[in-house]
Nanobody, 117 residues
């Protein structure tokens, strides 16, 4: 079992920056991919970016603005968000999966990011 805790959300004006952090605890040696999803009001949860097998994939909407950093020794993953836009407003969720056969998905509790125009 893996427990994920996010921090760093908040309120920012358009063009500003925020950094989200996520710390994993529990069976962290089994973690495979780690990354971030988000869910805006009235919309489905969507991928923001994910680090898997040494590769990082980003949603087209955040490429060039957001950067994921992962520290396996500390079991952390961060999301640096620059040039924020109102459409980035959402609840951001940390994600991790179990690299074992039939591995489970784990989610943090979510942190709110609000970008004003």
């Amino acid at each position: 079992q893996v427990h994920l805790v996010e921090s760093g959300g908040g309120f920012v004006q358009a063009g500003g920056s925020l950094r989200l952090s996520c710390t994993a605890s529990g069976s962290t040696s089994n973690i495979g991919a780690m990354g971030w999803y988000r869910q805006a009001p009235g919309k489905s949860r969507e991928l923001v970016g994910i680090d898997a097998d040494g590769h990082t994939l980003y949603a087209d909407s955040v490429k060039g603005r957001f950067t994921i950093s992962r520290d396996n020794a500390k079991s952390t993953v961060s999301l640096q968000m620059n040039v924020l836009k109102p459409e980035d407003t959402a609840i951001y969720y940390c994600y991790a999966d179990d690299s074992g056969p039939g591995g489970a998905d784990y989610w943090g509790q979510g942190t709110q990011v609000t970008v004003s125009s």
